[in-house]
């Protein structure tokens, strides 16, 4: 089965700490990989995208193909970084289907 | 703004009911989605459709069905409700070859 597993449900940690969350997801094919925001009370949308490379609001990830994984990554967390998020991946093997993580709250507190 | 845009926002229902949940977009995007969020499962896929008449099966079709009869709408139905199937559901979009989706608010549907 396409799988994405984010294993921490919860995560806090304290203004300015780093900051991890982690995905993993199951291999087939050229899989492209997001992460997604949903802030409180905002819809949820795109943080970034592995094929951008690039680094949004702080957080930067990377594909790990040997690992299969995708973790979100920031060095100094912010409060306004509370929220939920979630790792997707985009099958291109299996008709572009789109599958996303269960999702990871995280609380960065002052 | 282009906007996607979900109907009802709300909705409470009783077993055996159908149900229909619209959803229209302004973005000129050909890609439509509809997913449901449960808590502890995330968002799962249930169908998707690439352009006019496109249908596609996701991750949980089984219990509904939809319709694209126009680029910018996508319906989904449930036939027959039972309450597992209470839910929020989201409706996206995207435009080819981006695959980034943007989101609408989300209908939250309860089905007693």
């Known amino acids: 089965a396409q799988r994405v597993t984010q294993p921490e449900k919860l995560l806090s940690v304290f203004k300015g700490a780093p900051v991890e969350l982690k995905c993993n997801y199951s291999?087939?094919?050229?899989?492209?990989l997001f992460w997604y925001v949903q802030y409180s009370r905002q819809r949820l949308q795109l943080l970034l995208r592995?094929?951008s490379r690039e680094s949004i609001k702080g957080f930067t990830a990377d594909l790990n193909k040997g690992e299969t994984s995708f973790h979100l990554k920031k060095p100094f967390a912010q409060e306004e970084d509370s929220a939920m998020y979630y790792c997707a991946r985009e099958s291109m093997y299996n008709n572009n289907d789109m599958r996303f993580g269960a999702g990871t709250r995280l609380t960065v507190k002052p | 703004d282009a906007d996607v845009t979900q109907t009802p926002r709300n909705r409470i229902t009783k077993t055996g009911k159908r149900i229909m949940l619209e959803c229209s977009q302004t973005k000129g995007h050909d890609r439509m989605y509809w997913y449901r969020q449960d808590p502890g499962l995330g968002l799962r896929l249930i169908y998707y459709s690439f352009d006019v008449k496109d249908i596609n099966k996701g991750e949980i079709s089984d219990g509904y069905s939809v319709s694209r009869q126009a680029q910018a709408k996508f319906s989904l139905s449930l036939e027959s409700a039972i309450p597992n199937q209470t839910a929020l559901y989201f409706c996206?979009?995207?435009?080819?070859?981006?695959?980034?989706?943007?989101f609408g608010p989300g209908t939250r549907l309860t089905v007693l």
């Open positions: 291999y087939s094919g050229s899989p492209e």
């Open positions: 592995h094929i």
């Open positions: 996206a979009t995207s435009a080819s070859p981006s695959n980034e989706q943007f």
